[in-house]
């Protein structure tokens, strides 16, 4: 598990903290990790005070609203840390930022996670003013159907459920609402497995959307560059090239999700369609990228490597945003996502190699979250009863079919860059998650 920790740390590790610009209410919250001694990973959360005038006795990550001299997200939650609960921002090492929650009010909500270097060294000194009691649970219990409830709930015409967890330690503690669903996310990462059960949140993001008056040009380019910040790749470090199979080849490989504005402002991706005379997935569609080699430093390396063999495009014109979770295919491959924003579009001139793609072509990126021109197809895989989402695109009189892993990936990058869920039922493949057993083909 600490691996599995670092290997995240490597991948999302946080650049210099930067002055953001004086920006709307925002909040941001601490999901402090640490390994107990029976080896299973613990998160440290809070009882608020009976006291306090909102969510008055309630569970909850320690954090807050920024304030004007927080550089950023990071410092929000350590900060805000320390005054709750009395833990040393040098304590903690921060791992990454996930996407943000969004309150009933609008207000962004960051999970910030960090893992807590030394458990021994933290005495916890709740301030009585905001903390009635500081505790810990396992993270795991959060992708568990064990003492687990649920409620179905609506607000503004929209029906969604609350996950309720109920938890023993000396006291009972009931773990709900925003924070079950930023716990619920946490563990899926960290763990690389989605929860047994259904996730249905509520769609206040698309409400907050609304109430900025949509998220035009101006507002994706400023949550694109957010994303950057808080994502923004360390400097690249020679890694061990793991996975590997038994023969000692790898095992791993990564694409590039390069975005641009299109004519009318909305984002666009660059897709391609594999040519006819490839050995394996010919004719498909995908997005540039490929298998590691010894020479890559890391996976962004090798996708901005094989999007420079396979397209021509040259790495210097993209601007790594983030890198998201691994998918896994059927074969036991680790396949990486790494989102790029191609910094001029004018420049970039499509050089399609003829012995690996037919065709380059560009669709929007919120195509991926609606229902129009979609269809489910409905699989089975060693037990495990999946639906394989195909997109049917059309561009200068060319039919594409968008599906598999890479529709899956862009569905996913949608949701992070737009902040709401698709349209439609998602039932990803397990082995998507890396939690069923591979082939060894």
Not at 346 to 352: L, R
């Amino acid at each position: 598990m600490e691996e599995r920790l670092q290997t995240l740390a490597q991948h999302f590790r946080l650049q210099t903290p930067v002055k953001p610009p004086a920006a709307a209410a925002r909040a941001a919250v601490l999901v402090c990790l640490f390994q107990a001694d029976d080896g299973h990973l613990r998160v440290i959360l809070t009882k608020r005070a009976s006291t306090l005038s909102s969510h008055s006795g309630e569970v909850s990550l320690p954090g807050g609203k920024r304030e004007v001299g927080d550089g950023d997200d990071v410092d929000t939650a350590l900060r805000e840390a320390k005054e709750e609960i009395g833990l040393e921002p040098s304590l903690v090492n921060v791992v990454t930022v996930l996407e943000p929650f969004v309150n009933k009010q609008g207000m962004p909500v960051i999970p910030v996670i960090g893992i807590l270097n030394a458990k021994e060294a933290f005495k916890p000194a709740p301030n009585p003013a905001e903390v009635e009691a500081v505790f810990d649970a396992p993270l795991e219990m959060f992708i568990k159907d064990d003492n687990r409830r649920q409620e179905m709930r609506e607000w503004n015409g929209n029906k969604y459920l609350i996950h309720i967890f109920d938890y023993e330690m000396k006291n009972k503690y009931t773990i709900w609402g925003l924070t079950a669903s930023i716990l619920i996310r946490a563990a899926s990462i960290v763990y690389e497995r989605p929860p047994p059960f259904e996730e249905q949140n509520p769609s206040y993001k698309a409400a907050f959307a609304e109430k900025t008056n949509g998220m035009g040009s101006s507002n994706l380019e400023q949550r694109l560059q957010t994303l950057a910040q808080h994502f923004r790749l360390q400097k690249p470090v020679k890694p061990d090239l793991s996975p590997t199979s038994t023969t000692g080849s790898i095992k791993r490989a990564a694409v590039l999700v390069c975005l641009f504005h299109g004519e009318e402002g909305n984002l666009h991706v660059i897709l391609t369609k594999r040519a006819t005379t490839l050995s394996s997935h010919s004719g498909e569609v995908a997005l540039p990228g490929g298998k590691r080699e010894q020479g890559d430093a890391d996976d962004v390396d090798t996708a901005l490597r094989e999007a420079k063999e396979e397209i021509g495009l040259d790495p210097s014109q993209v601007n790594i945003v983030t890198i998201l979770e691994p998918f896994v295919n059927k074969l036991g491959m680790t396949v990486v996502p790494v989102i790029g924003l191609l910094s001029n579009k004018e420049a970039f001139d499509p050089a399609p190699n003829a012995a690996e793609v037919e065709a380059i072509f560009y669709a929007p990126l919120e195509m991926f979250l609606k229902d129009e021109n979609r269809r489910a197809e409905e699989r089975e895989w060693m037990g495990d009863k999946y639906l394989l989402q195909h997109f049917y695109f059309e561009d200068h009189g060319k039919e594409y079919d968008i599906w598999a892993i890479t529709a899956g990936i862009l569905i996913k990058t949608a949701s992070l860059v737009y902040q709401r869920q698709p349209a439609f039922l998602e039932q990803r493949p397990k082995f998507w998650s890396g939690t069923a057993h591979h082939t060894t083909a």
